[in-house]
């Protein structure tokens, strides 16, 4: 089984619609991120969490809410989504180490907003 | 100026080959460097990462490293068409929070 699973894989959906990007982790890793990836811009941090209970913004968080629902659960929402969030989304994990410290990625879910 | 530069590609080596390819970084202070290989329509799969200046070798890959020059790079020996993939740099500046920042990526073809 996979150490870092996301679903939906794919999903279309049409603007203003509220929708939730799920991640799990089997790896017993603490902290947990969601990025989004566009051609050319690369992977862009969205939000990230050190803990159930340290929950912090990345550099593109408008638009988006998060929970940290469980050590190994950490989910992403789009209280209205609009076309420009159109992206691959993907969900990573890594263990508190300092500096060698490495994400672990999972497959990815694949938004399209109409 | 962004703070992790790749040139896009795509960059194309005959089978065989080694290929290089490079990465800029803007802080100074950043403290350890990650290479990451992405197939189409895939996750990012780490290959190596490397924090001390000089060169740092796994099988057919050596990541090299200038602090001074601000400079990482990633070599792949043998290059072989199931390397053709996008190769992302990622750079850990802060060490309180060990955030990465990603650059753009390269594109190799490896061609048979």
């Known amino acids: 089984d996979a150490d870092v699973t996301q679903t939906p894989r794919n999903r279309i959906t049409k603007t203003g619609k509220r929708i939730m990007l799920e991640c799990s982790q089997t790896k017993g890793h603490d902290r947990m991120y969601w990025y989004r990836q566009d051609p050319g811009l690369g992977l862009r941090l969205i939000y990230y969490s050190f803990d159930v209970k340290d929950i912090n913004k990345g550099e593109i968080s408008d638009g988006y809410s998060v929970s940290r629902q469980a050590q190994a659960k950490f989910s992403l929402s789009l209280e209205s989504a609009i076309p420009n969030q159109t992206a691959l989304y993907f969900c990573?994990?890594?263990?508190?180490?300092?500096?060698?410290?490495?994400?672990?990625f999972g497959p990815g879910t694949r938004l399209l907003v109409l | 100026q962004k703070e992790v530069e790749q040139n896009s590609g795509p960059l194309s080596v005959p089978e065989g080959a080694i290929a290089s390819l490079n990465c800029t970084y803007s802080?100074?202070?950043?403290?350890?460097f990650f290479w990451y290989r992405q197939y189409s329509g895939k996750s990012p799969e780490l290959i190596m990462f490397i924090y001390s200046n000089g060169d740092k070798e796994d099988g057919r890959f050596t990541a090299q490293l200038n602090k001074a020059s601000q400079y990482v790079s990633l070599l792949i020996r043998d290059s072989q068409p199931s390397d053709s993939a996008t190769y992302l740099c990622a750079v850990n500046r802060d060490g309180a929070t060990n955030k990465l920042i990603f650059g753009t990526g390269t594109l190799l073809a490896v061609q048979p």
């Open positions: 802080d100074r202070g950043s403290q350890s």
């Open positions: 990573a994990t890594s263990e508190s180490g300092g500096a060698q410290e490495t994400q672990y």
